[in-house]
């Protein structure tokens, strides 16, 4: 059995800062000083438990933070939420990801110029609902279906959440520029980091007789690799780690590929790969033993 890893998976530059940014918080405070995430710093259980373990407090909502330091995650936060947080008293370390703040920042220019803002995204995503807070009134669409709360007419800057695949923003843009809309103003907010991992992971899935991808079953881009690898290799499995997998799906399949989200760890991916190896390693009629790993 031949297990390959996509070329490019796992953790992107902005979680990895956050998370770098959580240990040194957490390293450096006192005993007494309580450090809390505002949501989990990343979509992924048992990173969140180490977090956990290490000191870190994981609150849901900024009611709950009663001083100490507060951690923004990489997904960002809404400007009254950052009031609030200041207001109790607590010191803000901000890890929003550069790209999340782009995408803010270039929302906000375009209500100021006067357009309908249009967000290509998930409405209930930690992101989107961060960028429509900072704005006066944003509508956020995910199926073609919601273009029917656009006024007729508008001048539209459109934009789209971080982790959305390009195919998925063009379709919507498509179906915008069917509509009766007066301008559009299209940026692309989209994170190559992302959309490398989505292109590695389409490809790997095409050679290989059995797919996994790597993940928190709340991640949003985990959950985006594995149905884009769906449409392409049936036998594709979202799995958060090697403790899900059922070895059953494995009998007859000489080449296994896997990839992994933007919040899984690389500890995750190599404890996976490494089980896999062992039970190549075991199969006497195994083909190819050797795992081939680019990453
Ligand atoms: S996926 Fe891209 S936008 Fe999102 S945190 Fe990672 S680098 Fe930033």
Redesign the pocket.
Known sequence: MKVIVANKCGF????RNAISTAEKLLEEASDTECVCSLGPVIHNRDEVNRLEQAGLTVVESVEDIQGGSVLIR?HGAAPNQFDKIKARGANIVDAT?V??KRLQEIARQLEDDGLQVIIIGEKNHPEVQAVVGGLKQAIVIAVQEDLARIPDGARLGIVSQ??QSPEQFSAMLGAIAGGNFRELHVINTL?R??RKRQEAAVALCKKVDIMFVLGGLHSA?TARLAEMCQKFNRHTYHLQNWTDLDTGLLTGKSSVGVTAG?STPDRIIDEFVRHLESLADQDPDASVPASENSR
């Open positions: 992107c530059p902005g979680v990489s990801c790209l999340v971080t982790t994170c980091e992302s881009n933007a």
